[in-house]
């Protein structure tokens, strides 16, 4: 068994939302752009049985509609991008003999009081937590990671002589 299991940071996952959201605006907008085609169109054709309140109506729920994408595509794409900035470099996880180390923080598998997921924040996913026995939590998002959670599990398992593991349970919530 090797000494250690060192988990960099991976931001492709985060890249590849703020590509897909990027992608998504693009193609809300064009269909933004339809929506003012067609309400114009309408209102061009039946103008003359059209009063304000109607016009008003027809442009409102023409529009709208694809107005609200527009807007959901685009507050994706802000969160996927602070996700994506927010992302470290190097050494995320570090799991050895002696403990675990997040993010630079590391805590002895003596003082370590739980190793969990939580649900993550919006655009982050799911949380990796270390819970130390003075109550002092540290986290990284699992998307940030260079490994799958059951390798993770595994390495916790293996270098505490398993008195620890990944607690999934808070993903169940």
């Known amino acids: 068994m090797a000494d250690e299991l060192v988990i960099g940071y991976n931001p492709m996952p985060a890249t590849q939302r703020v590509a897909h959201f990027r992608a998504m605006i693009r193609s809300r907008l064009i269909w933004f752009a339809l929506a003012v085609v067609i309400c114009v169109a309408i209102y061009v054709w039946q103008r003359q049985h059209l009063d304000g309140l109607s016009t008003v109506a027809l442009f409102v729920m ?27 470099e190097g050494t995320a996880v570090t799991v050895d003999r002696d403990g675990i180390e997040l993010s630079g923080a590391r805590t002895p ?65």
Do not use: C, E
């Open 109 to 173: 598998w003596t003082q370590v009081a739980k190793v969990a997921t939580a649900r993550g924040r919006l655009g982050m996913g799911p949380d990796l937590v270390v819970t130390d026995a003075a109550g002092t939590s540290r986290t990284v998002p699992l998307s940030y990671l260079d490994t799958l959670p059951g390798t993770l599990d595994s390495a916790i398992r293996a270098y505490s002589s398993g008195r620890h593991w990944l607690d999934t349970s808070g993903l169940d919530n």
């Open 62 to 88: 023409g529009l709208g509609f694809s107005a609200v994408w527009v807007v959901i595509a685009v507050v994706g794409h802000l969160a996927a991008k602070r996700s994506l900035d927010s992302i470290g």
